[in-house]
């Protein structure tokens, strides 16, 4: 769209400078199809499409663990009831023998606080005086046995293992037939490509909070306080294998999925609490969103990069075509040369080859270069202007890049680069070369030239 808009202004700056000539911008918009950067063999037709996600199996063998857990979990708490009654018994027996071994021990602390107190009375009168700056005056404690009770021991607990967080399941086969699709190939397994797609699991990491020192004014005052951001760092890898019976062609996750992306925090927060209570409170919602997000994005970035490198992907131009119009002069060619044009980028949807729409360019590219044997770019007057020239040039060049005569294509923006045009229109017809490259690029890879 950025393309359009700038090929727009082009068309819009132009036409205001005329005076003689009318410069008219169609607006026109096309499907066509995108050669591969890597080409397969030619003769392969085919393909298969999978898609890898073990959920069901983590899924099978995080219940079965929990499972296992919960039984150990009762053997050890039947164990430890087992153990309790034991000890409760062992509490009991203990309890009886110390009632029997009381009154003994009751009797024998008397006797010994008694014998005490009469070591103490023997004491002079002096002697208590100077014993008064001791604890209780120098006076025996009576040190009574505690009475007997039962020690009964903590009564066991079961301690349950929390339940599994189970992996989301998708369905594979719809995910494979709706993001690995290759265009200008038949689904079937003769002679095929086999395309994979293995998912891995979504990864969120904790936040990384960042702060930075801030002024705030209030009832006059200058106050400086600290302001909290935090980002999370997700991501989820799926790698793509491209493969045919004489090997693996491609294997590996792509370097737009590999990267780290990022949940970012609303707004500032006053403190690194307030930011850990609302990743609490997003947590879990945001993170069952992601499950779904990212497998959509991330296919569809594979479905990208398969069809860009592998296939013969369909892809829509938006571009302008500019015609002349004017009642002094006659125009008839470059209007024939505008239909023969539309005629033929119209025929670019399904033929990689472009082999009828090439007639069609070829008999505009014809028209527009007999066109520009006229071109007089210093005389305003003339049917060819200068004004006229630059419209056949941009309309040529694209014609060129469709007929696949990269040279041309460049011959004639070099031509156009000396020019003295304003940069608004060096800019656009920049795009347009950047265009005329990248074609060209697919172009060499395919044929090999």
């Not at 938006?318 to 006659?330: F, G, H, P, S, W």
Request: aromatic fraction near 10%.
């Amino acid at each position: 769209m950025k393309t359009l808009q700038l090929i727009c202004f082009l068309v819009l700056a132009t036409s205001a400078q005329l005076v003689a000539q009318d410069v008219d911008k169609i607006e026109t918009k096309f499907d066509f199809v995108q050669l591969p950067t890597k080409p397969l063999d030619k003769s392969f037709k085919n393909y298969t499409s999978k898609v890898i996600y073990n959920a069901e199996e983590k899924n099978a063998k995080l219940l079965a663990d929990y499972e296992a857990a919960k039984i150990k979990a009762e053997e050890t708490y039947q164990k430890d009831l087992r153990d309790y009654d034991g000890l409760v018994k062992k509490a009991e027996q203990d309890l009886e023998k110390e009632k029997a071994e009381y009154p003994a021990k009751l009797k024998a602390a008397n006797d010994a606080y008694m014998k005490e107190m009469e070591l103490y009375e023997q004491k002079s009168t002096l002697q208590k005086l100077a014993d008064k700056q001791l604890a209780n005056e120098g006076k025996p404690y009576k040190n009574l046995p505690r009475e007997p009770y039962l020690q009964a021991p903590s009564k066991p607990y079961k301690h349950e293992p929390a339940a599994p967080k189970l992996n989301k399941v998708f369905n594979l086969q719809q995910l494979a037939g709706t993001y690995l699709k290759m265009d200008g190939y038949t689904q079937g397994t003769t002679n095929a490509v086999n395309i994979t797609a293995e998912m891995g699991d979504l990864e969120v990491k904790e936040p990384e909070i960042t702060s930075k020192d801030m002024t705030k004014f209030e009832n006059g005052k200058s106050i400086s306080y600290k302001s909290f951001t935090a980002r999370v760092p997700y991501k989820r890898l799926i790698k793509l294998r491209v493969e045919t019976a004489q090997g693996v062609i491609y294997d590996e996750v792509p370097a737009e999925i590999s990267e780290e992306k990022y949940i970012k925090s609303s707004g500032e927060f006053t403190s690194e609490y307030a930011i850990k209570n609302w990743w609490d409170s997003q947590k879990t919602r945001t993170i069952e969103n992601l499950e779904m997000e990212t497998v959509d994005k991330n296919m569809a970035t594979i479905n990208e990069v398969l069809n860009s490198n592998f296939a013969f992907k369909k892809k829509t131009r938006e571009t302008v075509v500019l015609i002349v119009k004017d009642k002094k002069q006659d125009y008839s060619d470059l209007n024939n040369a505008y239909l023969a044009l539309l005629e033929g980028y119209n025929q670019l949807t399904d033929d990689f080859e472009k082999k009828e729409s090439k007639v069609k360019i070829a008999e505009a590219i014809a028209i527009y270069e007999k066109a520009l044997t006229e071109s007089d770019m210093e005389n305003k007057k003339a049917r060819i202007n200068e004004e006229v020239t630059l419209a056949i040039y941009w309309n040529l060049i694209e014609a060129y890049i469709w007929n696949d005569d990269f040279a041309k294509a460049k011959t004639l923006y070099t031509k156009f680069s000396t020019f003295d045009a304003p940069k608004k229109h060096k800019k656009a017809m920049e795009t347009m070369n950047e265009f005329g490259k990248s074609q060209y690029e697919r172009y060499k890879a395919f044929y090999g030239k």
